[in-house]
């Protein structure tokens, strides 16, 4: 369990405290036997006094752990700090608000075993509680970027995720600064799923996020999510170029038919078209190869080796796929 921490004071031991019963072994709806083995506090230089907080839950638990970085990284690199000091098998990431509720972490394992997914998201089932603004607008930034930037799972992306410790692990350690984690996540693994959770109120706690920083997260994800909108800037000019010469041809036929071509503008309008062609066209040649320069600096690695998934946590989905066939072979309610 990984615990990026901002403004946790007044909420973080609520969550740590909810989390408790869920550190001793539990069944999950689908009849796998679990637990959390650790939560790492991940201290992210917040405003308020978070720190005594997270010192006196290490204190009262031997499985609470910190993780002290030397500033404000944000919220994705501080997660990825965070996996980056676990060893379990599976790990899960959540917020320090109670906004996310554990008891949905048995059904995200479920899913993972029974889809074999790396990466599971929570799926809100009600609306997130940050006004109708906000919420429309993070749907239409997830719309666009999944439309454009040819990454149809980012409409998944949530900080409520169940990651395979090795692929999360893995992806801390090659990750670059400024990396999106989820797009990270997405280079790496073999599949991602989502399940369905139940989003809560926040109560009084202000959300640190602000217009500004939620643009920056918005651009880090539309450079970090691939190439494809580079492609558009080399295609867009191949068309201009295509619409030049047709232009040219036109006017041409038109000249010999005995048109009236007004002088001067046949050729103007012409070398407008070639020209604004073959320059957009040489910038979207140029933008790959910043874009290869770019997923360089990422850190975007060519392969990750992993286990035999049959002899890790992947491997254990035989009691939740039973209980599934279960269900479906029911008649009537589920006692």
Same mark, same amino acid.
Not at 32 to 46: K, P, Q, S, W, Y
Not at 68 to 79: D, E, P
Not at 164 to 168: A, P, Y
């Given at each position: 369990m990984v615990i990026p921490v901002y403004q946790g004071e007044q909420h973080l031991r609520a969550v740590v405290d909810e989390l408790?019963?869920?550190?001793?072994?539990?069944?999950?709806?689908?009849?796998?036997?679990?637990?959390?083995?650790?939560?790492?506090?991940?201290?992210?230089?917040?405003?308020d006094d978070s720190p005594s907080v997270m010192r006196a839950l290490a204190d009262e638990h031997s499985w609470v752990r910190v993780v002290?970085?030397?500033?404000?990284?944000?919220?994705?690199?501080?997660?990825l700090a965070g996996m980056s000091s676990t060893g379990g098998d599976w790990i899960v990431t959540m917020d320090e608000d109670g906004q996310q509720d554990p008891g949905?972490?048995? +059904?995200? =394992?479920?899913? %993972? /075993?029974?889809?074999?997914?790396? !990466?599971?998201?929570?799926a809100p089932v009600n609306e997130a509680p940050h006004g109708a603004l906000r919420n429309g607008a993070s749907r239409t930034a997830k719309w666009l970027i999944a439309k454009i930037g040819g990454t149809p799972e980012v409409t998944m992306y949530n900080s409520f995720r169940l990651v395979?410790?090795?692929?999360?692990r893995s992806v801390a350690a090659y990750s670059g600064a400024g990396i999106y984690l989820d797009v990270a996540l997405g280079w790496v693994a073999r599949n991602a799923a989502t399940s369905p959770v139940t989003l809560r109120d926040e109560g009084d706690r202000v959300s640190g996020y602000r217009f500004r920083s939620l643009l920056s997260h918005f651009w880090r994800m539309v450079v970090t999510s691939g190439t494809r909108g580079l492609r558009l800037?080399?295609?867009? +000019?191949? =068309?201009?170029? %295509? /619409?030049?010469?047709?232009?040219? !041809?036109v006017l041409v036929i038109a000249k010999l038919a005995g048109s009236d071509v007004q002088a001067g503008?046949?050729?103007?309008?012409?070398?407008?078209?070639?020209?604004?062609?073959?320059i957009l066209f040489?910038?979207?040649?140029?933008?790959?190869?910043?874009?290869?320069?770019?997923?360089?600096?990422?850190?975007?690695?060519?392969?990750?080796?992993v286990g035999d998934p049959a002899d890790g946590p992947l491997g254990r989905a035989e009691v939740v796929s039973q209980r599934t066939d279960e269900r479906e072979g029911e008649v009537g309610p589920t006692p």
């Open positions: 408790t019963p869920y550190t001793k072994p539990f069944t999950t709806p689908g009849g796998a036997t679990a637990r959390i083995g650790e939560i790492v506090l991940v201290d992210d230089n917040g405003p002290w970085l030397s500033r404000n990284f944000g919220q994705h690199a501080a997660t949905d972490i048995g +059904g995200m =394992l479920d899913t %993972a /075993l029974r889809e074999q997914a790396s !990466v599971v998201y929570g395979l410790g090795e692929v999360g800037v080399s295609v867009l +000019g191949a =068309l201009l170029a %295509a /619409l030049g010469v047709t232009v040219a !041809v503008w046949t050729s103007l309008i012409t070398v407008v078209l070639l020209t604004s062609g073959a040489a910038l979207g040649v140029l933008a790959e190869y910043l874009g290869t320069a770019v997923n360089m600096a990422m850190g975007r690695p060519a392969y990750l080796v």
